[in-house]
């Protein structure tokens, strides 16, 4: 059986970790929080004290930090996974970092000697605690074929969307500005109903079985309806990174985007005024402007 690690155990690299545990397979972890490495070895993980001790046989790596200065650092630093990790071994870039920073991570893999398969993912923190993540995997095909053990642990959706590293990147920035502009629509005509006097639970009953429902709606609603803006998985933060990565990509080829454009901007207005916040706290913009308040009826 494979030997594992993941660098980068916040919400998403603990679940990723827990369900490779769970799977049989040895599991060493990184993360600058002493608490998080703590909390990997109680689950029976074994924890380390820089990425390259997690590379020191270990066939495969999991990194899941923010952004690509961070990947860079992880993979090519003093204290790297490249100057532990054996040829022929595999980088699973699970990060949402944009598709250059990718591009150069995986060139400088490859003159190491190690394998990458650049994979983000999609599903949250409930996909990743629950081994239920969608994965956007490209690479080498015989690698990712390799590895259906290690993806089958975290995920019930693997999707192989092509060749070239760099190509996840591209696929999650697609999939970051569809949810985008579904969290602002839905922000928009729920304190449009609530302004008007209907109840949010009908919009939500309504939305939910009709053509326009969809995962974002039925799961941000019922949080918003409750008020609950802290600690439920999704920080304003990572969508406002990720949004920004789709937009820069967007420059690069030269697309128009108005839609996408106009929801960074709401989410940047989030991060600046609800900046520990999660994504449906923006909705509290829509309401103050409105000067109204989308929450369940007592």
């Not at 952004?67 to 090519?76: I, L, P, R, S, T």
């Not at 630093?77 to 980088?91: E, R, V």
Request: hydrophobic share 40%.
């Amino acid at each position: 059986m494979k030997k594992t690690g993941v660098v980068g155990i916040g919400n998403m690299g603990m679940g990723i970790a827990k369900n490779l545990l769970k799977h049989g397979f040895q599991v060493k972890g990184y993360d600058i929080s002493d608490e998080r490495r703590k909390e990997l070895e109680g689950y029976g993980g074994i924890p380390c004290l820089s990425p390259a001790e997690v590379g020191q046989d270990t066939d495969v790596v999991f990194i899941m930090v923010m952004n690509g200065d961070q990947a860079k650092e992880v993979v090519f630093g003093a204290d790297g996974l490249t100057s532990t990790m054996k040829k022929g071994s595999c980088i699973f870039l699970t990060a949402t970092i944009g598709r250059r920073p990718a591009i150069e991570i995986n060139e400088g893999l490859v003159n190491a000697g190690i394998n990458m398969i650049d994979c983000c993912v999609s599903g949250g923190l409930p996909g990743a605690h629950n081994g239920t993540l969608t994965l956007m995997a490209a690479g080498k095909r015989e690698v990712y074929d390799d590895m259906a053990d290690v993806m089958a642990a975290i995920a019930t959706n693997p999707n192989y969307v092509g060749s070239e590293p760099g190509q996840g990147q591209v696929v999650k920035s697609c999939l970051q500005a569809l949810i985008a502009t579904e969290f602002t629509t839905t922000f928009e005509l729920m304190t449009m109903g609530a302004k008007a006097g209907v109840n949010p639970e009908v919009l939500l009953n309504v939305i939910s079985t009709s053509g326009g429902g969809c995962g974002v709606f039925k799961n941000c609603v019922p949080l918003i309806m409750d008020r609950k803006f802290v600690n439920t998985g999704s920080a304003i933060t990572t969508m406002n990174k990720d949004i920004g990565i789709t937009m820069e990509l967007a420059r690069d080829l030269g697309c128009f985007m108005p839609t996408t454009a106009a929801a960074r901007e709401v989410f940047q207005a989030g991060i600046s005024k609800y900046p520990d916040e999660d994504n449906w706290a923006c909705i509290k913009i829509y309401e103050d402007i409105a000067g109204t308040k989308v929450e369940r009826k007592k």
